[in-house]
């Protein structure tokens, strides 16, 4: 299993639904957050202490076990694992390795195919939906201008949080802004100061750019209006 360095656990554990409730862990497939480019990891933690971890389709046995205090020791082919629960939602699974400040991030599967696939966005995801959310609260509220000009017709109000600073691997700055459609989902998108420019993740295409934020987001309304 791949780890990463995750400050945001912390900051978000009040957030997180317990694992004594094994339900939670047993009735989904989770992805492992890693080499994905490369091969997809699926964890598959059965009822009866069974692990399953399918590669690309080719399945490998183990064994798990909850051993209580929040954490689960994890027998694979290769290695063995004692990990803390650093945190759980339906969406993402967020395991500490035992006496390290390291994660492995797995990925309810539902939701690995087009959205979150990589650590940025995760850590995107996580800070908009919990750290944001006080803040959200007290957002502004705006209005698209009409796009009929442009083939796109009216748009909704949206509600905007505060922009969340955040840094790429090599220092530069940008910002990231969760948005609420009235009557309809959320999402977000990112601004690049020194660029100038806006961007979201498109389905099946990834980052996509843009000079003009209303640009951006009338294309990320289109998108996710396509593949709800």
């Not at 598959?44 to 399945?59: A, D, E, P």
């Not at 954490?71 to 969406?91: A, H, P, R, V």
């Not at 389905?203 to 951006?216: A, S």
Request: with cysteine; proline share 2%; glycine share 6%.
């Amino acid at each position: 299993m791949k780890t990463f360095i995750a400050d945001i656990i912390p900051k978000i554990q009040r957030f997180s639904q317990k694992l004594d409730d094994l339900t939670k862990l047993t009735n989904q497939h989770w992805v492992s957050l890693g080499d994905i480019a490369e091969e997809k990891r699926v964890f598959i933690f059965r009822g009866n202490n069974q692990l399953l971890i399918s590669v690309n389709g080719i399945v490998e046995k183990g064994s798990w076990d909850y051993i209580g205090n929040q954490s689960l020791l994890i027998e694979t082919k290769n290695e063995n694992y004692l990990m803390k629960q650093g945190f759980l939602d339906e969406d993402i699974f967020a395991l500490k390795l035992d006496s390290t400040d390291s994660y492995a991030f797995f990925v309810n599967e539902t939701r690995y195919k087009n959205e979150l696939n990589n650590i940025k966005d995760i850590l995107i995801y996580l800070e908009s939906k919990y750290i944001s959310k006080q803040s959200n609260q007290n957002s502004k509220k705006t209005t698209f201008r009409n796009y009929n000009n442009l083939g796109g017709g009216l748009f909704p109000n949206y509600n905007e949080g505060p922009p969340i600073e955040q840094k790429q691997i090599f220092g530069a700055v940008f910002y990231t802004i969760h948005i609420h459609f009235e009557n309809s989902f959320s999402d977000f998108y990112h601004y690049y100061p020194k660029k100038g420019k806006y961007s979201y993740q498109k389905n099946y295409k990834g980052e996509v750019y843009f000079d003009r934020k209303e640009d951006c987001l009338k294309d990320l309304y289109e998108d996710r209006l396509r593949y709800q």
